[in-house]
């Protein structure tokens, strides 16, 4: 007979049949049971709920009657629960280049885990990994990351399970400045063009000035590369203007200072040459 277990799984009992005509008063086993199993000594039964696990160990049963003894073998195993657990966040909202805030797992059943790893299929942002160790999901992810739901296997001793928990990386806000903070301009003359350097890694679709913000007539930003170029036709006293770059990751504003004076005057007399007489 062999009786199969799982560790804090109530196991089927197992009754005796009496195969003979002697009459038995008690039972009694050895060597002793793993602990939650028991021998009923009237009855012959083990039953139980096993609290540890059990190599697979030979078992003598005797019956003991008027008659004499009688014995019989039962082959006893417990394995381990499958590992439980669950992230303690179910949802992982990061940003490209800030490092997460570290998910680590709550083990919510009682068998023994010896390691975790990412399930076939899944996978995390570049920069980001789950400790084969510990379960915990950490790192600086590197890259843009479509929500996905990903899976992590817990191994042990019982067989595996498996927890799931959503990522999510979203850009970095844009972050720009103006190579040259001040345009000093003059009407009817083109500025120099003043382009922007590009202090970070979000992503940047386009560029507008802000709302309240205005460039001399003539003036204009390029909305895909955040120039401030052309001729001013009207003079501009000193303002402070700001940018607004959009990105994926949100949004990035750089200030400038904007001002146009007026043309040197220029004329000429009609006749160049006064020639007089007393």
């Not at 507008?208 to 036709?233: D, K």
């Given at each position: 007979?062999?009786?199969?277990?799982?560790?804090?799984?109530?196991?089927?009992?197992?009754?005796?049949?009496?195969?003979?005509?002697?009459?038995?008063?008690?039972?009694?086993?050895?060597?002793?049971?793993?602990?939650?199993?028991?021998?009923?000594?009237?009855?012959g039964i083990i039953s139980g709920t096993p609290s540890v696990t059990s190599s697979s160990t030979n078992y003598t049963v005797t019956a003991s009657g008027p008659g004499g003894t009688g014995t019989a073998g039962v082959t006893i195993s417990v394995q381990d629960t499958s590992p439980s657990f669950v992230y303690k966040n179910a949802s992982i909202s990061g940003t490209k280049?800030?490092?997460?805030?570290?998910?680590?797992?709550?083990?919510?059943?009682?068998?023994?885990?010896?390691?975790?790893?990412l399930?076939?299929?899944?996978?995390?942002?570049?920069?980001?990994?789950?400790?084969?160790?510990?379960?915990?999901?950490?790192?600086?992810?590197?890259?843009g990351f479509v929500s996905t739901v990903d899976t992590v296997v817990a191994t042990g001793p019982g067989g595996t399970g498996r927890a799931t928990v959503?990522?999510?990386?979203?850009?970095?806000?844009?972050?720009?400045?103006?190579?040259?903070?001040?345009i000093s301009g003059t009407k009817n003359v083109a500025i120099s063009p003043d382009s922007v350097?590009?202090?970070?890694?979000?992503?940047?679709?386009?560029?507008?000035?802000?709302?309240?913000?205005?460039?001399p007539s003539g003036v204009s930003v390029n909305s895909t590369s955040g120039t401030i170029s052309g001729t001013p036709s009207v003079t501009y006293s000193s303002t402070v203007d700001t940018v607004v770059a959009t990105g994926p990751g949100g949004t990035g504003r750089a200030t400038v200072t904007v001002s146009v004076q007026d043309t040197s005057p220029s004329f000429v007399y009609k006749s160049s040459t006064i020639s007089g007489t007393k």
């Amino acid at each position: 007979s062999t009786i199969s277990g799982t560790k804090n799984v109530s196991i089927l009992a197992d009754s005796v049949t009496v195969t003979g005509t002697g009459a038995i008063t008690s039972y009694s086993i050895s060597p002793s049971l793993p602990t939650g199993l028991s021998l009923n000594t009237t009855s012959g039964i083990i039953s139980g709920t096993p609290s540890v696990t059990s190599s697979s160990t030979n078992y003598t049963v005797t019956a003991s009657g008027p008659g004499g003894t009688g014995t019989a073998g039962v082959t006893i195993s417990v394995q381990d629960t499958s590992p439980s657990f669950v992230y303690k966040n179910a949802s992982i909202s990061g940003t490209k280049n800030v490092a997460i805030t570290p998910d680590s797992v709550n083990v919510t059943g009682s068998g023994a885990i010896t390691s975790y790893a990412l399930s076939a299929g899944s996978a995390l942002p570049t920069g980001v990994s789950v400790n084969s160790t510990s379960g915990t999901i950490s790192g600086t992810p590197t890259v843009g990351f479509v929500s996905t739901v990903d899976t992590v296997v817990a191994t042990g001793p019982g067989g595996t399970g498996r927890a799931t928990v959503t990522v999510s990386v979203s850009d970095t806000a844009p972050s720009f400045v103006y190579k040259n903070a001040s345009i000093s301009g003059t009407k009817n003359v083109a500025i120099s063009p003043d382009s922007v350097t590009v202090t970070g890694t979000g992503a940047i679709s386009s560029y507008a000035l802000s709302s309240g913000s205005s460039l001399p007539s003539g003036v204009s930003v390029n909305s895909t590369s955040g120039t401030i170029s052309g001729t001013p036709s009207v003079t501009y006293s000193s303002t402070v203007d700001t940018v607004v770059a959009t990105g994926p990751g949100g949004t990035g504003r750089a200030t400038v200072t904007v001002s146009v004076q007026d043309t040197s005057p220029s004329f000429v007399y009609k006749s160049s040459t006064i020639s007089g007489t007393k």
